[in-house]
Each structure stands twice: as structure tokens, then as C-alpha cells.
């Protein structure tokens, strides 16, 4: 539990309080009069609120203030809150702007990795790889989709081809 808590707390320091409002819960699953983990569960839920008013501010924002800067920011912010899907529109909105962008092509696939839609995120990574060849982040990331592909079908005991 105390470890479970901490990384609540971790995940929530560093904004991504869905995961610190899932690891808080899985602490006090474990041991139910576990204060810190109450007490950082609640921080983490005041923080997913303060999230969503930011969201809710920027999507009123007139069309014509939407730029790429826009974009980045509101993909960034629902990915907080683990609002994949949302981001993702948030990032395709940038490649409609513009359509070589490889920052927009490598977060819609760390999306895609979180949401384990492994040959999504992988066809995102090869187009910011194309577009950017000399990145290695969007090298390491594909990777990164490779690896959590395999352990997926592990999982469910598959085998990889």
C-alpha cells in the first residue's frame, strides 16, 4: 500500500493524475485506514478538477485563436487526465495545420501506446520517423510500442510473429 500510495503521489506531481487517482485507490484497496493514500487520492481528484476547468477554459476559445501552440497544449492537458481519445483530436488537429508536423504524429502515438492500439501508434512513429529521420525519441518510441506489443500478446498468450 505504501508503495502504491507513493506512486500516486509521484504520478500526481508530475500531472498525471489519472494514474495517480488510480494507484491512490489501488493503496487504499490494500489497507482502507491508510490516511496519506486518503489525503493523496483527494489532492489527486482536486487536481483532475482543476485539469478539466483548464480544459473547459480552452475549448472556448475562438476558432481562429486555435493554433498549433493551442493544440499542443490541449492534447497535452486531456493526456493528464487520461483522456487519450481527446487528445489525439487535439494532436490531429495540428496535422490539419499542419501535416508534417512530427511532435504532433509522435504524441498521437504515445496515445496509441497507453491505449494499446499498438499498429496505430506504430504507422504514427514511421510517419514522424520519415518526416524527421535523424529524432531518436520517435526511434525510441517505436520501440517502446514494439515491446509493449509483445508483452500485450504475452499476456494473452499469443506469440509474436
Keep these: ?8 503521489l509521484a504520478c500526481t506531481m508530475v500531472r498525471a493524475v489519472d494514474k495517480g487517482i488510480k494507484y491512490c485507490s489501488l493503496a487504499l484497496q490494500q489497507d482502507t485506514g491508510f490516511t496519506l493514500a486518503k489525503n493523496n487520492l483527494n489532492w489527486a481528484k482536486s487536481e483532475e478538477k482543476k485539469i478539466q476547468t483548464e480544459i473547459d477554459s480552452l475549448e472556448k476559445a475562438p476558432q481562429e485563436n486555435r493554433s498549433i501552440d493551442y493544440y499542443t497544449k490541449l492534447g497535452l492537458i486531456y493526456s493528464y487526465i487520461g483522456k487519450r481519445s481527446k487528445s489525439n483530436d487535439a494532436y490531429k488537429a495540428i496535422l490539419k495545420l499542419d501535416e508534417k508536423n512530427a511532435v504532433a504524429y509522435n504524441n498521437i502515438a504515445c496515445n496509441y501506446i497507453e491505449m494499446k492500439e499498438f499498429d496505430n501508434a506504430k504507422q504514427a512513429l514511421q510517419s514522424a520517423i520519415t518526416i524527421a529521420p535523424d529524432v531518436q525519441l520517435y526511434k525510441n518510441n517505436l520501440a517502446w ?5 509483445k508483452k500485450s500478446k504475452a499476456g494473452r498468450g499469443v506469440t509474436a510473429q
Design 1 to 8: 500500500a505504501i508503495a502504491l500510495n507513493n506512486l500516486g
Design 145 to 149: 510500442a514494439q515491446d509493449e506489443e
